[in-house]
Nanobody, 122 residues
Framework: VQLQASGGGLVQAGGSLRLSCTTSEGNLSRSAMGWFRQAPGKEREYVAAINWSAGSRYYSDPVKGRFTISRDNAKGTVYLQMNSLKPEDTAVYYC????????????????WGQGTLVTVSS
């Protein structure tokens, strides 16, 4: 499975971006998906998780209330809508596929996408 993340860029603090992650298989049925980020000099950290039906969604505390994860299984795409961005959100963002949301939240990922850089200026 190959995952392709896109949508990163430069945005001012308070702005918004939407990241997308598409799969080479064309659908994401039965897979939990997540978004992660890695800031310079820091370890990769979990950001958001969604189960295969989109019935369960989870967020890390730093992004709760500002970011929204969603998915379109028919299109094989997972999204991360990021609002009210802060300079501390600056990082390379990665999508990942996992067995379930418990795994995703523990950053136990079976397949990684390449990263997309998000830079938030103050």
């Amino acid at each position: 499975v190959q995952l392709q993340a896109s949508g990163g860029g430069l945005v001012q603090a308070g702005g918004s971006l939407r990241l997308s992650c598409t799969t080479s298989e064309g659908n994401l049925s039965r897979s939990a998906m997540g978004w992660f980020r890695q800031a310079p000099g820091k370890e990769r950290e979990y950001v958001a998780a969604i189960n295969w039906s989109a019935g369960s969604r989870y967020y890390s505390d730093p992004v709760k209330g500002r970011f929204t994860i969603s998915r379109d299984n028919a299109k094989g795409t997972v999204y991360l809508q990021m609002n009210s961005l802060k300079p501390e959100d600056t990082a390379v963002y990665y999508c990942g596929e996992g067995r379930d949301t418990v795994s995703i939240r523990r950053t136990i990922v079976r397949y990684w996408g390449q990263g997309t850089l998000v830079t938030v200026s103050s």
